[in-house]
Structures are given as C-alpha cells and as structure tokens.
C-alpha cells in the first residue's frame, strides 16, 4: 500500500528510483512520482496511473545526475487520483520534498494550524502536513536540521508512517523514519537503498538495517545515524536480505500471477521440507517450540486475517477443530477489536498474513496481545512487522508474492496451518497410525498440484464459454465451503466479474434467487462427507437453469452425468482437498481476467499489502 524508495549514493538516482518504483509497483498504482536534488535545486516529476507514465513525464526534468532523491508509488487514501495529489509532496518555504505510506490521523487539525502559520497547501493529502510541519520547524540558523525537523514534526502526529525526505539546502542528505509502516535501509558500497521491501533493494546490496518504531535514520555521504524522535541514539540493527533477485523476475511468464499459480508445487514442498519427520511419523515445526506446553494445552484458538488469508485461516478453524479438537474461531481481523472480544488463560491468537503488515490483522494481534493472548504468526514475509510483533510462528517459505492476487500464499497458509493442527493433535489425542496416514497424504500434495496446474488450457477452455456472464456463484461444503470463498474473491477482484461464494446449502436460502438460464455456478464437489449433500445441491442449480462447472475428485463415475462442465482434481483425504481444488479456481480467475482484457497483476483499485485500517 503505497512503495517507498529513496538513494543516496554516486551513482545517478533517477534510473535506480524508477527501476525500484517498478519493483513497488504491485504495493500501488494510482500515480507515481520523484523529487531528486540537483544543482542544489529541487526537482519534482509526477504523473498519474503507472510508472511507465511518470517515465515519460521525466522527460520534463533537466537532466541532472543528481545522487540524491526519492520517489513513490501510490495507493490512494486522502484525496482523489490527482497530480497534485501524488508523491512527492513539498512544503512551500525551504525546497523539502516528503514521500510517505501510511495514514496521518491527526491531519486536519494540524493542516489548520499550519494554515494559521501562513502555510499554503496544494492537496487534499494527510502527507502534504508532513512536509509543512517540517518545513514549520527547519531552522538551520537555529541549529533545527533536517534530522532534527524530522523529529519533531513526528512528534506532533499521529497514525502510521514510514517516510523519506530530503531538501534542497542539505544535498547530501536523506532522512527516513517509520512507525507501523514498513521501511528496510539498504545499505550498498557508499550507497544506500531505502525501500518499503525488499524487492527495490536486492539488486544493489542484500545487506540493510532495520528500523523500529519511532526510529529515525539520518543518511548522510559518510555516516549513518539512527535516533528516536526524542533524539536519542540507537544502535542500527544489522540484517541480511534474503530476497534472490529470480524470485522477483518474470522470467518465461506474461504475469507474476500465472508465474505464483504455476510456483506452487515446489513452494509447498519447500513449506513442508523438514516439517515432516516420517520417520518418526510427526511435524517438526521449531518456531512453535519454545511454546510447545502452552501451545499443548491451549483450550481455544482465535485465527485472525483478512481476504484470502482469511479463507485460509476459515480451512485452519476447520483443521484445528476437526484433527486437533480445539475450539477456534476464525475472525475478521478488522471487527476483532470492535467486539470487546473475550480473552482468557488458554487462548491463542493466530494472525495470519502473506505480506506481515496488514494493518487490520495487526491491529488484532495487538488487542489481544493486550488482553493476554499467546500469539502466534503465519507469515510470508520474514521480518514483516506482524512476524515481529508475535510471540512465536511458522513462515510459508513461499518466497515473494508479486501479484496482487494472492495464490501461492493461499496454499502456503493451508499447509502450515494444516502441519500446526497435525502438530498439535498428534501431541493430544491423535493416533500414531492416523498421523502416519496424514503426512504420507500430506507429502504427496505437491506432486498433485503439479498435474493440476498443467491443466491450464482445459481450465481456460471452460472459462471461454461463461465469461461474457457478470454474474457467477461459487458454492462449496465443509473444507471446500471456505475454497468457494476464496474462488469467488478470485474471480471478483481480477476479472471484475460479480461472484458470490457460500456454503452450497445456505444457497437455497435466498441467493438461488439469483440463478437464471446458463448462470455459471462453480460447485466443489469432491468425493468426500458432503458429496451427496453436494449433489442434490447441483441438482437444484441446474432445475433453474444454471450451468454447473464441478470440481471433482478423478475418477468419480457420476459427476458427468449432472454438471455441464467439470474440472478434476486428484483423490486425496477431505481435510487436504482445499490445497487442490482451489487451483482450477485461481486459474479460472486468471483466465478470465485475460479473456476480458484486464490487468491480471495490477487490479484496478487494489494493492497488494493493505497498510491502513
Ligand atoms: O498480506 P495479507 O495476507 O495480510 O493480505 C490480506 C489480504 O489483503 C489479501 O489476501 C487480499 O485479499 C488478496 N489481494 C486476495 O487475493
């Protein structure tokens, strides 16, 4: 939600910026800007939409080989998709140029009191009271630099922040903060890197500095200096990116998407390498153990996310409840603290999240760690803030999710949650055999993935008949009712199309109202408990005239006879079955977000990593 990078270095920053603008671009695409200093004069460039615009608008930019700068890439919160709306912001007295992700609460009321000062705005941006309450307190006579100015600007304002900032009266000087929004210091030979990931970074340096909360960084040609907004020094807290550059390429895919989707049987298998201990038939999860007697004997869970996290976490609730028998409840993120939610000895939060710095699901993690909770992360991004701020956690290991839609993540979080609930039953009152019986299941998902990705064209080829319908159901029971959730959200929010996912008996209940003649319903209907529930359900469907697209276990002798189109997956137990159905879904998703001609990988109105509530 919003991408952040900034240089300071020898080298010219214009290239470096718009190449790690590029790599942000999934965090926001609403416009795009840069301010480097040259000459000792600050220059600005904005444009509105991608990237590639604001490269053509650099053309308006004296060519300067400045070696300092920043430049953004923007999700929009306050003020509408305008020029003057985009980043960089300028304050209007001294040449200082501010970019920022996050969300300032405090805004209005500190924008009147600059206006008061004499101060004029040009947006309708929280960001642009960032550059005047700087500006307001810049007094280099008075011995108020840049870095001090910093300070005590964010000493004054409330909500979340990471920022970059230069100006032109101090030219070898970049100053950097955060506070709940992510920013990692790259630091490079007599160059540094700033940048809301990793990926701006990892093609100049892998080494960096991680900053906390409230802390401040004072980058200059010859020094680095980390201090609070008290101006207190604090020791820079060294790290190593892990990031290969690969991972963030496209190579021989047209979209990260298709790249993700295709990703997954090896991500899994990597998700899973030495968790699985066969020969002692248990899960070796080591970020638990140091909780393993509390984790034990937990007597409820609470699984926290949003979105596709979300429907992963409604699978773990099913997991841990069905293998582990512990109750849990899976939650919203953002309605968890609005509920004054009950907390007592015993129960643990689960925060699930691919990017580690959804502002609602930390939010949560936050209540209930105030109200005692153990917490514990499922995470992709290793170091993220959530991953910080838990207790304990397992990562996904699924390496970086570029495109907005989230995929491998979905069936990172699946399997980690399903090795946490196998863990835990078999340490309470799961049987040796069973377990055995699961992790060889379980091992073998990956290689079941790989036959249905290749099912690609099959998939596309039942896409091309239904697409030109705005309107689709996805309907799902038990394991498979939160996979019809996450198709749904698939198809809505790549494709554009209108879906609906839910349980399939809740559809009798209102929703089949909406089925008309050869209205697509995708219907999960894989061998299992619910299979002749499921059916009667399809039955029902096509009385109306829907036309069923099922997705069904191979070899099942009857689903051909009742759907109109169906989509096999491989046999496996119910309770892994989500890991494979939901990938005809992603790829229906993706093809039919192609067929229409849309963005598979920059959705309109989406960002990969939301950062405010
Ligand atoms: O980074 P997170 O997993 O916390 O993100 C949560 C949701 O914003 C995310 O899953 C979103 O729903 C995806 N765009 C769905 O594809």
Sequence with gaps: MCGIVA???TREATPILIEGLKRLEYRGYDSAGIAVIANGTLEVARSIGRVANL????????DTNATLGLAHTRWATHGGVTEMNAHPHQDDRHGIAVVHNGIIENYASLKKYLQEKGHT??????????????????????GIDLEAAVQGALREVNGAYAIAVICQSEPDTLVCARKGSPLIVGVGRGEYIVASDPSAIVAH????????????????RDNIRTSTLENVEVPPKVMQLEMELDQIELGAFEHYMLKEIHEQPARIRTTMRGRIDMKEGRIVLGGLAAFHKELVRAHRLILAAQGTALHAAMIGEYLFEDLARIPTEC?????????????????????????GETADTLAALT?????????????????????RETDAGVYLRVGPEIGVASTKAFTGQVTVLTMMAIYLARRRHMSAERCMTLLKELEAIPDKMASLVAQDSTVRGVVEKHVDRDNWLFLGRGYNYPTALEGALKLKEISYIHAEGMPAAEMKHGPIALIDDGMPVVVIATQGSQYDKVMINIEEVRARGGHVIAVATEGDPNIEGHADDVLFVPPCPECLSPMLTVIPLQLMAYHAALIRGHDVDKPRNLAKSVTVE
Excluded at 121 to 142: K, N
């Design 7 to 9: 240089y300071l270095g």
């Design 55 to 62: 490269e053509a608008a650099l053309s308006d930019l004296p």
């Design 121 to 142: 705005f040009q947006s309708e941006t929280d960001t642009e009271v960032i550059a005047m309450l700087i500006s307001e307190l810049y007094a280099p006579d008075e």
């Design 205 to 220: 340096t892998t080494q960096a500095y991680a900053l906390d909360d409230y802390n401040v960084v004072r980058l200059s």
């Design 331 to 355: 939650e919203y993120a953002s309605e968890f603290r609005y509920r004054n939610p009950i907390i007592d000895e015993g129960t643990v939060i689960v925060a699930i999240s691919q990017s």
């Design 367 to 387: 209540e209930a760690k105030e109200r005692g909770a153990l917490s514990l992360g499922v995470i992709n991004v290793v170091g993220s803030t959530i991953a």
